[in-house]
């Protein structure tokens, strides 16, 4: 299983031809190859021909599981209309320049400033709605940005005002987003219920990634495997390291493993 953007995804939202090259021998070799993301199905659904090279999508950092192929939802976690609540009121309260976006699986729902503050770089659908309205959204994944606050301090700021976030970093470089998934839910629950409907056991299951949202994924699988260019707390809980994704490191881990052929 691997993370998708800084893992397998470049920066410009690319994937390399040697990163194709290794999930179709995966695909070939008849190895299920989960990918575990803060990404929307319509994020996942964005990377062309790398997507139907997935068997299962952990999406919106797990709370929602997706089957690329077949375009069809395997899972979604919704938050408490009165967890949004609160957090709403905690966000007006406390951290007033704080602007929120809600997800329900299908498309996101956020304030004006939000979208003046973030653009238009969510995948599918998006709407403008009145602030006061979000809390009744199906969430299942709430976004939370500031316009002074990078998401470490947006973290810090949150867990201060009674919020547990998950950071997520939706691929782009220099985003300043906090993800806050329903309670219980990140890549290890994901990925571990995505393993369970293989019926792989997560002991056998590998993990790739590059950034501390990847760490829970880390401690439920049998390795993990950081990228050379990884955030420092991933290079130290990690169990190997190979190269950055620029080059390549996810495929020649494969190969000198010999998870696949030297052609894949």
Not at 158 to 172: D, E, I, K, R, Y
Not at 243 to 255: E, H, K, Q, S, T
Request: hydrophobic share 50%.
């Amino acid at each position: 299983m691997t993370d998708l953007d800084g893992t397998v995804i470049r920066a410009d939202g690319t994937v390399s031809e040697a990163t194709l090259a290794a999930c179709r021998a995966l695909r070939a070799a008849g190895i299920p190859l989960v990918a575990a993301t803060a990404r929307t199905p319509a994020g996942m659904r964005a990377l062309g021909s790398l997507a139907p090279l997935v068997t299962v999508a952990v999406c919106c950092t797990g709370a929602i599981g997706y089957d690329p192929v077949g375009d069809q939802f395997l899972w979604q976690e919704r938050m408490p209309h009165t967890t949004l609540a609160g957090l709403l009121d905690r966000l007006s309260g406390q951290l007033p320049e704080a602007e929120l976006a809600v997800y329900d699986g299908r498309a996101w729902f956020m304030t004006a400033a939000y979208r003046a503050l973030r653009g238009a770089d969510h995948f599918g659908p998006r709407a403008v709605v009145e602030r006061r309205w979000l809390h009744q959204v199906d969430a299942c994944v709430a976004a939370v940005c500031h316009p002074g606050l990078d998401p470490p301090a947006l973290i810090t700021a949150l867990s201060a005002v009674g919020t547990t976030p998950v950071v997520a970093t939706f691929g782009q470089a220099g985003d300043r987003v906090v993800e806050v998934a329903p309670a219980g839910i990140d890549k290890a629950s994901g990925v571990l219920r995505a393993l369970a409907a293989l019926d792989v056991p997560p002991e056998c299951a590998v993990a790739f990634g590059d950034m501390p949202i990847d760490l829970p994924m880390f401690a439920v699988v049998g390795l993990g495997v950081a990228m050379a260019n990884a955030h420092p707390e991933v290079l130290v809980a990690a169990g190997d390291i190979t190269g950055g994704v620029d080059g390549d490191g996810f495929a020649d881990w494969l190969r000198r493993e010999r998870v696949i052929g030297p052609e894949g």
